[in-house]
């Protein structure tokens, strides 16, 4: 069988950055009904090697052949119309028009009369037979995108990516963006599509997960090809090591250290928002990290963000440093030095059109002011030092956010608060579509944290993550608390699981 799409010897090239550094003989082969898995630490270069195929970025070096032809799109709706479609890792839509006009935006000609009049009625139909085909129908086609949640957000651009009948489907770590409950929904549709011939090549960060879905591992490190290995011929150990460049175990989590933890930081009594979470009450020490598991609405996000204020509480308390206070709002919460990482860092966490130097300052604003003025000199070293401490990967200070890679972005949304010198601290998903390494660099910026004597809350939906970090873990099961696990005694994961999907009676 001919390969389907074949990549020689690709160059990127960016000021003060060589995102794709190919050798010229480096070659990627994808054939059509395989999936293709491509896998590497943030800053590899894989979403730039996506937006080259798909005629986004123009490369500066190397050969592309689809269909054994010299390809270069010009840009992606030419791609399109070549049979190639993307799923990008952050919602790629336009949230001030419809689910349906999404799904089809640059094939409106498909919808229009002889006189040029846009039928909506017949988009918005088509719309509908997409997501139900896709088990998407929850979803109104008129509804505004802005009106969305993130992963019904990210479900409409997997429908406009299917939609199409693509030959080539490029799929950006699609499974960091939505709950458990979706995955395995999303599995079958990429099997589905394998199964009609597609070729698809898949970025991940979950060494699992490509065991579960890939058939062929394609593995990049710092701009470059490094290896192409067939996965039932590897180990996880294999491929991790390839993509660092040092080894990495899976069970490397934390210290098992505990002196660190103090006297009680935060409490809650009773806490309750009506129809997200009801009678909350629980603790956390300095120096612990508490952790929270729950399924999808499990009222996990609201009951963190009630903790920052961004979401009102109908009864109960927040005692704090052994005081009962009011969080009103996050501005609130940050003076009383309460740090807030969200799940959705993109449009919660960070400004992506500024650049590190103001996202890193952000939460320290009132301290780097004088006399009405900013400290322009204290930002940027306040920059450059978080910039070098959590090895963030960018040509400068200076770059904005958007132009980072979705890892290094994470560790911009986590460095401003502890710029802030936040004493507690809400950590929602910290490495949600972050590499192998990079993860393991959050956790040890966690575990710093911990042993100098701060408070985390940490929410995830990865449980190996939260019984690797967390000295206790609350479950919550349909907005309550089901249970409380010790470190050192009872972390049993099916225990664990069990009480995250089951209330006791």
Request: charged share 25%.
């Amino acid at each position: 069988m001919e390969p389907l799409l074949v990549l020689k010897g690709i160059k990127k090239y960016f000021p003060g950055t060589k995102a794709l550094d190919w050798d010229p003989t480096d070659v990627m082969e994808v054939y059509p009904g395989e999936i293709h898995g491509l896998v590497g630490e943030n800053g590899a270069g894989k979403s730039t090697l996506f937006q080259i195929i798909m005629g986004i970025y123009k490369k500066n070096d190397g050969e592309m052949f689809l269909d054994n032809k010299p390809f270069e799109p010009h840009d992606a709706l030419d791609a399109e119309k070549h049979g190639i479609s993307i799923i990008m890792q952050q919602p790629n839509i336009l949230t001030n028009m419809t689910v349906a006009e999404n799904i089809f935006i640059g094939r409106d000609s498909e919808f229009r009369t002889k006189t040029g009049l846009l039928m909506l009625k017949k988009q918005k139909l088509a719309a509908a037979v997409v997501l139900k085909k896709l088990g998407f129908d929850h979803i109104a086609p008129d509804a505004l995108l802005e009106n969305l949640d993130f992963e019904e957000r990210k479900q409409v651009e997997i429908a406009r990516a299917l939609s199409n009948d693509p030959r080539i489907l490029l799929v950006d770590e699609t499974s960091a963006a939505v709950s458990k409950e979706s995955l395995d929904s999303l599995y079958r549709m990429l099997r589905l599509q394998k199964e009609k011939g597609v070729c698809i090549i898949y970025i991940s960060h979950f060494i699992d997960e490509v065991y579960k879905l890939c058939d062929k591992v394609t593995i990049m490190r710092d701009g470059h090809y490094i290896k192409l290995m067939n996965v039932a011929e590897s180990t996880p150990d294999m491929i991790i090591q390839n993509m660092v460049g040092r080894k990495v175990t899976l069970s490397n989590y934390r210290s098992e250290d505990n002196s660190s933890i103090g006297d009680t930081i935060l409490e809650t009594k009773s806490l309750t928002i009506k129809n997200a979470f009801h009678d909350i009450s629980l603790n956390v020490h300095r120096g612990e990290i508490v952790g929270i598991a729950g399924i999808g609405g499990c009222g996990s996000e609201e009951f963190g963000k009630a903790l920052f204020g961004y979401e009102k509480v109908d009864h109960g308390s927040i005692i704090y440093k052994g005081e009962e206070i009011r969080l009103a709002s996050p501005v609130s919460a940050l003076q009383h030095r309460i740090g807030y990482i969200p799940k959705d860092r993109d449009r919660a966490g960070l400004v992506l059109m500024f650049d590190l130097i103001d996202n890193i300052s952000s939460a320290s604003l009132q301290k780097l002011q004088n006399h009405g003025f900013m400290k322009r000199k204290s930002e940027i070293e306040m920059a450059r030092k978080f910039v070098s401490l959590f090895r963030i990967k960018t040509p400068g200070i200076t770059t904005n956010v958007s132009d980072l890679s979705g890892g290094n972005r994470q560790k911009v949304a986590i460095a401003k608060w502890i710029a802030n010198n936040s004493d507690f601290l809400v950590v929602n998903s910290p490495t949600r579509g972050v590499d192998v390494g990079a993860k393991y660099e959050i956790y040890k910026i966690l575990e710093t944290l911990k042993n100098e004597g701060k408070g985390i809350l940490l929410i995830s939906d990865e449980l190996p993550e939260l019984m690797g970090m967390c000295d206790r873990i609350y479950t919550f099961c349909k907005g309550r608390i089901s249970g409380e696990f010790f470190r050192a005694t009872d972390f049993d994961e099916q225990i664990v699981v069990s009480k995250m999907v089951l209330l006791a009676e």
